[in-house]
């Protein structure tokens, strides 16, 4: 399995303005990507963070809104560009280990408010 | 659209019974399943994966896999308060081992004493 540690666990954030979500992996792993679960729903893939490389985003997300970074292995970013209060929301960072078993693991979250 | 459906919900169960839960996938290239437990509050936490036609046990989790029917499910025996959760099925949609998952929209489980 992986630890996978995400900050901030919370935060407030008033509309129109930028907050980067961080992500850190406590051993290499091979896959990393972003979710987001909006209040009472199921997890909505945002985008997968590729090493070294532009995120692939799902239809529906697109990179000015939520751009990513991963520069290694083991840390991303993930940034929720002007706010909305539609982008309140839980936004998740998870991660594949080097089994080969595809089990994703996932980090604590990171519980946005926007008013 | 690769989907995945779960039974609706909420599902409430005695302590002690056994809890069902079901999941279709239309993606019929899938390989690999699993489920996840989230407490309210909590992040999704890995309980079962399965990878091949048959039942899978892991103390009083069982996983069934039908590729098929395209059909998953979970059985929890001797269902627990503790057990009382929303229980997600998810599939890889991609075929390879370092796919993404797809998640079903989850089924809330309640297991009174």
């Known amino acids: 399995s992986a630890v996978i540690s995400q900050k901030p666990s919370r935060d407030i954030c008033q509309r129109g303005t930028s907050l980067t979500i961080q992500c850190q992996v406590d051993?290499?792993?091979?896959?990393m990507f972003w979710y987001r679960q909006q209040p009472g729903q199921s997890l909505t893939l945002i985008a997968t963070?590729?090493?070294?490389?532009?995120?692939?985003?799902e239809s529906g997300f697109v990179i000015d809104k939520f751009p990513i970074s991963r520069p290694n292995l083991t840390f991303s970013t993930l940034t929720v560009s002007n706010m909305s209060p539609e982008d309140s929301s839980i936004y998740l960072c998870?991660?594949?280990?080097?089994?080969?078993?595809?089990?994703?693991?996932f980090g604590e979250g990171s519980r946005l408010t926007v008013l | 659209q690769k989907e995945v459906e779960q039974n609706s919900g909420p599902l409430s169960v005695p302590e002690g019974a056994i809890a069902s839960l079901n999941c279709t996938y239309s993606?019929?290239?899938?390989?690999?399943f699993f489920w996840y437990r989230q407490y309210s509050g909590k992040s999704p936490e890995l309980i079962m994966s399965?990878?091949?036609?048959g039942d899978k046990e892991d103390g009083r989790f069982t996983a069934q896999l039908n590729k098929a029917s395209q059909y998953v499910s979970l059985l929890i025996r001797d269902s627990q308060p503790s057990d009382s959760a929303t229980y997600l099925c998810?599939?890889?949609?991609?075929?390879?081992?370092?796919?993404?998952?797809?998640f079903g929209q989850g089924t809330i489980l309640t297991v009174h004493p």
């Open positions: 963070a590729n090493q070294g490389s532009e995120a692939t985003y």
């Open positions: 399965i990878y091949s036609n």
């Open positions: 998810a599939v890889n949609s991609d075929g390879t081992s370092y796919g993404k998952l797809t």
């Open positions: 998870s991660a594949k280990t080097l089994s080969n078993t595809g089990e994703l693991f």
């Open positions: 993606d019929r290239g899938s390989q690999s």
């Open positions: 051993s290499q792993v091979t896959m």
